[in-house]
């Protein structure tokens, strides 16, 4: 069955939002930890596991940071003859995010395929993916001074797949953007953000003969939405987060909608 990937990598994630999010980075010596649950369906498939993640900034401007690791529950379809299974843990993702100007931030992820990639039976998906990928790229971001309270982010980075069990997946273009605002007085902070994947490449997997095949996949494109809003409980400290993801496309993880609930504690 085709591989999903899991919807709710914080913005996050997963592969679909590899990057912590499109802001600035911390302050030297400030960081944050966080943890939240995911669940993600099409049709009559669904994932669902736990994701967590921290970030510190060494010094001023370099924030170093652990991405979208945890435990998938389970990976699975409903269907008559499909396998229960798809649980196990998740790969990681290191990254650095240097600010270059005010507004402008550099970064580089990389994944680690140290989750579960072993396939559980016909209908699972695995919470790991075997794959070694490198995303880097630049962000612009800053506050709208017309509307307090509102500030927006973007992104624009090129994300580079390993050959694995004899394929490799072409060079992907990533452009995205969030706007957030947050309600005076409130502490509320909604958000919306949207992400296209563009496949500039085509993938290619090696056949028993040798030869390598093409999957005539260039072209391919992708578009991530999202919602949410985020509630500090905790003045500067302790934030509430809840997300709506909506993915629809071709680019290796298809249609899917997910949700992601969970915290994040700066200190």
């Known amino acids: 069955m085709f591989k999903k990937i899991a919807l709710a990598s914080a913005l996050a994630a997963?592969?679909?939002?590899?990057?912590?999010?499109?802001?600035?980075?911390?302050?030297?010596g400030k960081g944050s930890v966080a943890a939240g649950l995911y669940y993600d369906w099409d049709n009559d498939w669904?994932?669902?596991?736990?994701?967590?993640?921290?970030?510190?900034?060494?010094?001023?401007?370099?924030?170093?940071?652990?991405?979208?690791?945890?435990?998938?529950?389970?990976?699975?379809?409903?269907?008559n003859g499909c396998a229960n299974g798809g649980d196990?843990?998740?790969?990681?993702?290191?990254?650095?995010?240097?600010?270059?100007a005010p507004m402008i931030t550099a970064f580089v992820d990389v994944n680690l395929p140290i989750g579960k990639d072993e396939w559980d039976g016909n209908g699972t998906s695995t919470p790991g993916s075997d794959e070694i990928f490198i995303y880097g790229g630049a962000q612009f971001s800053m506050p709208?001074?017309?509307?307090?309270?509102m500030k927006f982010g973007t992104e624009a980075g090129i994300l580079?797949?390993?050959?694995?069990?004899n394929w490799e997946r072409g060079l992907?273009?990533?452009?995205?953007?969030?706007?957030?605002?947050?309600?005076?007085?409130?502490?509320?902070?909604?958000?919306?953000?949207?992400?296209?994947?563009?496949?500039?490449t085509e993938s290619e997997s090696e056949g028993g003969d040798g030869k390598k095949y093409g999957a005539n996949d260039d072209g391919h494109k992708?578009?991530?939405?999202w919602l949410g809003g985020d509630y500090f409980v905790i003045p500067n400290q302790l934030d509430l987060i809840a997300k709506l993801f909506i993915r629809s496309g071709k680019v290796d993880d298809g249609d899917a909608t997910g949700v992601y609930v969970g915290a994040e504690f700066f200190f």
């Open 172 to 200: 992907d273009i990533h452009l995205g953007g969030e706007v957030a605002y947050t309600v005076p007085d409130v502490g509320v902070t909604p958000f919306v953000g949207l992400q296209i994947k563009y496949r500039l």
């Open 88 to 100: 196990g843990l998740r790969d990681l993702i290191i990254g650095a995010r240097y600010g270059l």
């Open 46 to 79: 669904s994932q669902a596991g736990l994701k967590v993640g921290a970030r510190y900034s060494l010094i001023q401007n370099l924030e170093l940071s652990l991405q979208s690791w945890g435990y998938q529950f389970w990976g699975e379809t409903d269907c």
């Open 14 to 28: 997963s592969a679909a939002f590899a990057t912590w999010d499109y802001y600035p980075v911390l302050d030297a």
């Open 160 to 165: 580079w797949g390993f050959e694995h069990d």
């Open 222 to 225: 992708q578009i991530n939405i």
């Open 144 to 149: 709208i001074n017309d509307v307090p309270g």
